[in-house]
């Protein structure tokens, strides 16, 4: 499984992205798929995670409330509706897959290779 994570970009504080997390090759369906960020000399830090039938959803602390996690199993795709940014929000999103829930960057096995978001003030 291959995961590709689109959708970042340049916005301005208060504006909206939504980010996608789509596999080649074998079915997202039977992941679950979290979502991670990276700033620059920062540590990799958790967003949010759903699981395999969306059932449950876990958040950041820092993105509660403003960040929303949802998924697609006919398109096999994750998705992160990023609203009310901030420019603290800045960072490269990673999506990553796992068989187990967690919140920690060593729960996944898979990752994607990153969407830089960039918010400016």
């Known amino acids: 499984v291959q995961l590709q994570a689109s959708g970042g970009g340049l916005v301005q504080a208060g504006g909206s992205l939504s980010l996608s997390c789509a596999s080649s090759?074998?079915?997202?369906?039977?992941?679950?798929v979290g979502w991670f960020r990276q700033a620059p000399g920062k540590e990799r830090e958790f967003v949010a995670t759903?699981?395999?039938?969306?059932?449950?959803?876990y958040y950041g602390e820092a993105v509660r409330g403003r960040f929303t996690i949802s998924r697609d199993s006919t398109k096999s795709t994750v998705y992160l509706q990023m609203n009310n940014l901030r420019p603290e929000d800045t960072a490269v999103y990673y999506c990553?897959?796992?068989?187990?829930?967690?919140?920690?960057?060593?729960?996944?096995?898979?990752w994607g290779q990153g969407t830089q978001v960039t918010v400016s003030s």
């Open positions: 090759g074998r079915s997202l369906s039977s992941a679950i």
């Open positions: 990553a897959a796992t068989g187990r829930l967690g919140t920690q960057p060593r729960d996944y096995s898979i």
């Open positions: 759903i699981t395999r039938n969306s059932d449950m959803t």
